[in-house]
């Protein structure tokens, strides 16, 4: 008895693995992360998630929640001058003290969205940044990657103008 319990038991990650491979054979329908399985639905959801706490986290200032969001490898380029902020040790350094002035306001309206499965998503926001009387308008394109069941920012780039 229990010789065909164990041999049940044995069959069950077989089983998830094949019915994984079977499914990932239809692009963006699963994908294993950490050992779970995850739909391209459920990525999409996520993904909706981080978008919401990237603009959150910007209009709170929250420093640490912002920095969350950000891959090691993260690259910001500015509106402008072309600044360009390459790695998490950089944009922390400039993110300090732009969310310690609290003499700005920056508006984010979703212009596009693209999600990839459980790979890569792309969010374009239409912007104006305010500071004092100047208002900026701003496109924003922030590429995300899906790390360790996470959507973290590995791209953000401004350019002036609108939608």
Excluded at 4 to 23: D, I, S
Excluded at 32 to 47: N, P, S
Excluded at 58 to 68: K, N, S, V
Excluded at 122 to 146: E, K
Aim: proline share 3%.
């Amino acid at each position: 008895m229990f010789s065909h319990l164990t041999t049940r038991l044995a069959a069950g990650p077989t089983l998830l693995a094949l019915a994984v491979g079977v499914m990932s054979a239809y692009p963006g329908t699963v994908s294993a992360v950490g050992g779970r399985v995850e739909t391209a639905a459920g990525c999409a959801r996520q993904f909706d998630r981080a978008v919401r706490a990237y603009v959150e986290t910007t209009e709170r200032r929250d420093l640490a929640g912002f920095l969350a969001l950000l891959h090691p490898d993260v690259t910001v380029v500015f509106a402008g001058d072309g600044e360009v902020l390459d790695g998490k040790a950089a944009t922390t350094e400039f993110l300090r003290d732009f969310f310690a002035d609290p003499s700005w306001a920056q508006s984010f309206s979703v212009a596009k969205r693209t999600v990839a499965g459980c790979r890569t998503g792309f969010v374009l926001f239409d912007s104006v940044f305010t500071q004092g009387d100047a208002r900026v308008p701003l496109l924003i394109g922030v590429s995300f990657t899906y790390r360790h069941g996470r959507w973290l920012v590995v791209q953000n780039q401004d350019s002036d103008g609108r939608v």
